[in-house]
C-alpha cells in the first residue's frame, strides 16, 4: 500500500496554462505538506494544512492554491503556469503538526516541466 | 530566522570509506533534527531524528549522528559505506511546529 500518493507523477504543459496535482494519505495522519524542490534540489515548505486548515502558507504566489476537501486529501492548484514554476513538488504528511516531533513521510513527487 | 546550512554540496567517496556529512542550523531554542535521504528517482525517506536524550541517534542503514548542541550541529556518520548509499542527503530542523527547514542537501556518490 502507497502511503504517501501523489498524481500525475509527471506533468508536461505550457506557459499560462492552469493545472492541478493531487496528493493523497492513508495513514490517518491529521497534516499535510507541499514543498517544491528546484533544479538545485533545494526544498523549500510552501503550505501546511492540519484537518483541512490552513497552518501554513510560506511567501507562494497566490497562483498557487491549496484545496484539502478531507483530511486525506491535498490537492495543489496552480494558475497561469511561469517556467520558474518547473520542479519537482512533494506532497507529505505527518500525524500532529503541533508536537515537531513528528515524522513526515513523503510522496514520490510530481515532476512538472513549463515549456 | 532558523536557517540550516550543509557546507558539502558533493561528497565522493570510495566504498567501504567512513563519510560524515556536516549540518549546522542556526536557532537559540529548542530544536527537533533530522536526516532524510532521497535515493536516484525516488522520494525522501527519514533515516534518523533527534528530540531529546542520547545526543548520538542511530538510524537506518547504519548511519547515525550526532546533536552537539554547542556546536549547533548534527552531522550525519557511517563507518563504511556501500555504492548503495548513493543518494541526496538533507539535513532538516524543527523549531516551529509543523514547519521543517531543510538544508540544501549533499549528494554522495560512492565509487564502486
Known amino acids: 500500500d502507497t502511503a504517501v500518493s501523489q498524481t500525475p507523477k509527471y506533468l508536461v504543459t505550457q506557459m499560462g496554462n492552469d493545472k492541478s496535482i493531487k496528493c493523497e494519505q492513508n495513514l490517518g495522519h491529521d497534516t499535510m505538506y507541499w514543498y517544491k524542490q528546484d533544479s538545485k534540489k533545494f526544498l523549500k515548505i510552501m503550505f501546511s494544512y492540519n484537518n483541512k486548515e490552513l497552518i501554513i502558507n510560506e511567501t507562494v504566489p497566490n497562483r498557487f492554491s491549496p484545496k484539502s476537501p478531507d483530511k486525506a486529501h491535498l490537492n495543489l492548484h496552480i494558475n497561469s503556469l511561469e517556467l520558474g514554476d518547473s520542479a519537482v513538488y512533494f506532497c507529505?504528511?505527518?500525524?500532529?503538526?503541533?508536537?515537531?516531533?513528528?515524522?513526515?513521510?513523503f510522496g514520490p513527487g510530481t515532476r512538472l516541466l513549463v515549456l | 530566522a532558523q536557517s540550516v546550512s550543509q557546507h558539502n554540496h558533493h561528497v565522493i567517496l570510495s566504498e567501504a570509506a567512513s563519510l560524515e556529512l556536516g549540518c549546522n542550523y542556526s536557532y537559540g531554542g529548542t530544536v527537533n533534527l533530522f536526516w532524510y535521504v532521497q535515493y536516484p528517482g525516488q522520494h525522501l525517506q527519514l533515516l534518523l531524528k533527534?528530540?531529546?536524550?542520547?545526543?548520538l541517534v542511530k538510524g537506518i542503514k547504519g548511519f547515525e549522528a550526532e546533536f552537539i548542541k554547542s556546536k549547533f550541529s548534527f552531522n550525519l556518520r557511517k563507518p563504511s559505506v556501500q555504492w548503495s548509499d548513493t543518494a541526496e542527503y538533507f539535513c532538516?530542523?524543527?523549531?516551529?511546529?509543523?514547519?521543517?527547514?531543510f538544508g540544501s542537501g549533499t549528494r554522495l556518490s560512492i565509487r564502486p
Open positions: 532538516a530542523v524543527n523549531a516551529e511546529a509543523s514547519k521543517i527547514i
Open positions: 533527534y528530540f531529546s536524550g542520547d545526543p
Open positions: 507529505a504528511s505527518s500525524q500532529d503538526s503541533t508536537s515537531g516531533e513528528e515524522t513526515q513521510y
